[in-house]
């Protein structure tokens, strides 16, 4: 039988019939779920499950027998199961009970139809680059990755950093501001999109570098090939900075020796096969929504 992993964050009863939907289709396809432990237990009573259904609890229950990840929520409930499949060939599916949604991009009407393309392998399997962090200190733990972006930024609400920037070894620039992103592709449309930093297509290779609220207005966003190692130094008047992958963050010293680089591995997205980037832009941005163009 089919195996499919299923995560979220927290039981919302005014989803209970989406659940119940997803839970019914993937008993009628013949999907057996695996459920995460702490969610299963808040379904529980709300919502009735299939009598095979089992539970995980952490990476290390992810064998090879589970080919997906159905990930159910917004793209921060996505971004935490990066932390959970590692390096396992695992799909992602995102079903986005959220509200933008550029990775979790399969509506909730869209269930019937996603649990169907997993069975019938009509899906688009769009693989995403990571992006590493080493440090002169071990951080993060076994989790040193994240799929958005890497994040330097000041601990304290009064003065702002310097950070002085290299691109394998050969210096950059030195960003004085409240901090740093170093995007990936996917992360392009997340807090970097905020900080005014540009869109770039999932496929193209690249990492962005934008700064974040910084002291020289003529300091502008750049993207440059994810060949590059990016290495930092860091001056600040406190002792401590934050640095962050996606959502996870921790308080470092200001003399940690932080470089990224681009993961030895990837993950994969499943996309339904009528949808693209260039639909979700248009979607997610309202584009052509003024309409005088």
């Known amino acids: 039988m089919m195996q499919a992993a299923v995560y979220s964050r927290v039981y919302d009863p005014a989803q209970?019939?989406?659940?119940?939907?997803?839970?019914?289709?993937?008993?009628?396809?013949g999907?057996?779920?695996?459920?995460?432990?702490?969610?299963?237990?808040?379904?529980?009573?709300?919502?009735?499950?299939?009598?095979?259904?089992?539970?995980?609890?952490?990476?290390?229950?992810?064998?090879?027998?589970i080919e997906f990840l159905i990930s159910f929520g917004g793209d921060g409930t996505l971004l935490d199961t990066v932390s959970l499949i590692r390096d396992n060939k695992i799909i992602l599916v995102g079903i986005n009970a959220g509200r933008l949604g550029f990775l979790a991009s399969i509506g909730r009407e869209d269930i019937p139809g996603a649990i169907r393309a997993i069975v019938q392998r009509s899906y688009v399997e769009d693989r995403r680059t990571l992006i590493h962090l080493d440090g002169s200190q071990p951080l993060f733990g076994e989790v040193p990755y994240a799929l958005n972006e890497f994040t330097i930024y000041k601990k304290d609400q009064g003065s702002m950093i310097k950070i002085h920037t290299y691109l394998n070894g050969e210096f950059l620039n030195t960003y004085w501001a409240d901090g740093?992103?170093?995007?990936?592709?996917?992360?392009?449309?997340?807090?970097?999109?905020?900080?005014?930093?540009?869109?770039?297509?999932?496929?193209?290779?690249?990492?962005?570098?934008?700064?974040?609220?910084?002291?020289?207005?003529?300091?502008?966003?750049?993207?440059?090939?994810?060949?590059?190692?990016?290495?930092?130094?860091?001056?600040?008047?406190?002792?401590?900075?934050?640095?962050?992958?996606?959502?996870?963050?921790?308080v470092i010293s200001k003399n940690v020796q932080l470089a990224v680089r681009k993961e030895t591995f990837d993950i994969g997205l499943l996309r339904l096969s009528e949808d693209n980037f260039l639909q979700t832009l248009r979607n997610k941005l309202t584009w052509g929504l003024d309409k005088r163009n």
């Open 31 to 65: 999907i057996r779920p695996v459920i995460f432990r702490d969610f299963y237990d808040q379904l529980a009573g709300s919502v009735r499950m299939p009598d095979s259904a089992l539970q995980f609890m952490s990476s290390k229950d992810l064998g090879e027998d």
């Open 180 to 250: 740093l992103i170093v995007a990936t592709p996917t992360g392009s449309t997340g807090y970097s999109l905020s900080c005014q930093g540009p869109i770039v297509f999932p496929d193209s290779r690249s990492f962005v570098i934008t700064p974040i609220a910084p002291h020289n207005l003529n300091v502008r966003p750049i993207v440059v090939p994810d060949t590059n190692v990016i290495s930092f130094e860091i001056e600040s008047r406190s002792d401590e900075v934050i640095c962050s992958l996606d959502a996870r963050r921790e």
């Open 16 to 29: 209970q019939a989406e659940w119940q939907l997803l839970f019914d289709e993937m008993e009628q396809q």
